[in-house]
């Protein structure tokens, strides 16, 4: 249902630097990029992270309400998606648990504010 996902950056290079070390949990790479968007994913025709700097030239801002949820494949997944992201410089939104009985899951904010959820949903 989902294609891709934009979130945008102060600052492309050290952005791309957090994402291209995060995202190897889920075996996620650069998929396609050009000079201000690079788009990560795991497989050919999946949904996809993109990261970019504002197409307005702008101040990127991140969105009230707005989060990205990335699977981790099992809660150990999730957490170690967590770790890695605070190890990169993310701050926590919310320490990994169980949120309700199918869900388990853990929040920060990454380099540039923009809210992300590691989760497993059983």
């Not at 102060?10 to 190897?24: C, G, I, Q, R, W």
């Not at 307005?56 to 967590?82: C, F, H, K, R």
Request: charged fraction near 25%.
């Amino acid at each position: 249902m989902i294609g891709y996902t934009t979130i945008g950056s102060k600052d492309l290079p050290k952005a791309v630097a957090f994402y291209d070390e995060l995202l190897k949990l889920v075996d996620a790479k650069r998929q396609m990029e050009l000079d201000r968007i690079k788009f990560y994913g795991s497989d050919a025709g999946g949904a996809m992270l993109a990261v970019c700097t504002p197409a307005d030239e702008g101040e990127q801002s991140t969105g009230n309400g707005q989060m990205v949820a990335i699977p981790g494949g099992s809660p150990e997944g999730a957490d170690a998606l967590y770790k890695k992201a605070i190890e990169l410089g993310a701050t926590c939104a919310g320490e990994p648990g169980q949120r309700f009985d199918f869900f388990y899951g853990g929040y920060v904010y990454d380099l540039d504010g923009n809210k992300l959820c590691f989760f497993h949903m059983s």
